[in-house]
């Protein structure tokens, strides 16, 4: 069974301290993996998957299948990057499989 | 381009009554998604509908059930309601259920709570 973790329910950062968010998942098979993020008051939207390889607003993830991982990064947190992040896994037709989600703060 | 919308915005039920939460998709969209969202907890997939018809479906009971339009609107009927169905239901389209095509746009969601 596909399955998505992310360890962190809450993860507190001051601006300007780089961010990491986990995100470990339980497939056999090639996942497509992606990071959603809702801020306050908005509605879910997608960040980034990793077949793209891109960087949006400063975040990256690399997809590491040896240890099964999808983390969330960037080197310089900002107060605008202050919300919910969901990591997701879809593999071909499937639909999204969600993990719990981590809030991120970020303190000025 | 108009985005996804979903009506109403917050529902109140009580136990055993039924529910009908509406979803209009994002223009040029023929594929919906349904989710339900628990607090403290991510998405989790309902069913999917393509073209009008079920294309998908996770593991919620038949009570919960769904229907598309000819225009790619999209219903989530929930029958006989429990307290555990109080959550944020959750709308996605997207433009067909191809993983190339299958980014999927969210709504801003309708809050039911069963009492």
Known sequence: AQRVTQPEKLLSVFKGAPVELKCNYSYSGSPELFWYVQYSRQRLQLLLRHISRESIKGFTADLNKGETSFHLKKPFAQEEDSAMYYCALRSGNTPLVFGKGTRLSVIA | ?115
Not at chain 2, 21 to 40: D, P
Not at chain 2, 53 to 67: D, Q, T
Not at chain 2, 76 to 83: D, T
Not at chain 2, 91 to 96: K, T
Request: aromatic fraction near 12%.
């Open chain 2, 1 to 115: 381009e108009t985005g996804v919308t979903q009506s109403p915005t917050h529902l109140i039920k009580t136990r055993g009554q039924q529910v009908t939460l509406r979803c209009s998709s994002q223009s040029g969209h023929n594929t919906v998604s349904w989710y339900q969202q628990a607090l403290g907890q991510g998405p989790q997939f309902i069913f999917q509908y393509y073209r009008e018809e079920e294309n998908g479906r996770g593991n919620f009971p038949p009570r919960f059930s769904g229907l598309q339009f000819p225009n790619y609107s999209s219903e989530l009927n929930v029958n006989a309601l429990e307290l555990d169905d109080s959550a944020l239901y959750l709308c996605a389209s997207s433009l067909s259920p191809s993983r190339a095509e299958n980014e999927q746009f969210f709504g801003p969601g309708t809050r039911l709570t069963v009492l």
